[in-house]
């Protein structure tokens, strides 16, 4: 749906489902957007998201406020026509978010994403798409406190990375504990990536070579005895780190 208000425009953003946006709770999804203001240059864009109904889990947005972006903007001003006058210019701006589902659902839940901008004259133009969050099959592992350990976080627990940079991670919130010596990192979802430390609390993790945005979820395991498939890990947490298709510069945390 464009809303094109005041302004001159149009738009799209990606779906991965027919006419919807389709995430999976406890996993994240990368979506591309773009907009067009036809006689006026755009000077900011943003992604924002609404619940449809009450009682929704919130869903983290990274890199909602476009500062990881591509702008073309048109110069040449836009001729008047004899049933409008001229404009500035023009803009067609692309935009990736990165939605991240960090709670469950029990039934399918759903939202409105929308894409808008500004341009010179104060006029907005924008694109909505519907975000449909569908339950995780998979059951929770049970997360066991004891009284030596505090909650289990990872630290940068969200990344915008370009590709095949460095970025450290490191688990914090479990204090230390003879009996908690074993430790495990890995990629649970997105493509494979290099990692270095992965046996210990710290990370140091080499983006992967991407193409198109792309979504990388790590999780951290932490135990008192080998963590293995028939042994899952008591104490586990996830951090999100959404890649860009742009060689050099490195990562930001919002």
Not at 71 to 84: E, F, H
Not at 133 to 151: C, E, K, R, Y
Request: glycine share 8%.
């Amino acid at each position: 749906m464009l809303l094109a208000c005041g302004g001159e425009g149009g738009g799209s953003i990606s779906a991965n489902s027919g006419s919807e946006v389709v995430l999976t709770a406890r996993e994240s999804t990368a979506v591309q957007g773009t907009l067009e203001s036809v006689k006026y240059r755009l000077e900011s864009m943003s992604w924002s998201i609404t619940p449809l109904s009450p009682d929704q889990p919130v869903l983290v947005l990274l890199n909602a406020d476009c500062a990881s972006a591509v702008k073309n903007d048109r110069v040449a001003p836009t001729p008047a026509t004899s049933s409008s006058p001229g404009g500035s210019g023009g803009s067609t701006w692309e935009c990736s978010v990165f939605v991240y589902s960090e709670q469950d659902v029990k039934t399918d839940a759903l939202y409105r994403l929308q894409l808008a901008g500004l341009n010179e004259a104060g006029q907005q133009v924008s694109y909505q798409r519907t975000l449909r969050v569908q339950p995780n099959p998979v059951p929770i592992d049970s997360l066991i406190q004891g009284p030596n350990t505090t909650q289990l976080r990872i630290q940068p627990q969200a990344s915008i990375c370009n590709s095949g940079v460095p970025l450290l991670l490191s688990a914090q919130g479990l204090e230390l504990n003879a009996q908690i010596n074993f430790y495990s990192w890995r990629v649970i979802q997105g493509p494979e990536a290099s990692l270095s430390g992965h046996e210990t609390r710290n990370l140091a993790l080499i983006t992967p070579v991407v193409t198109s945005p792309t979504v990388l979820v790590l999780q951290f395991a932490a135990s008192n005895v080998p963590i293995t498939a028939e042994v899952p890990a008591p104490y586990v947490a996830t951090a999100l780190v959404s890649v860009l298709p742009i060689a050099g510069g490195g990562c930001s945390s919002p």
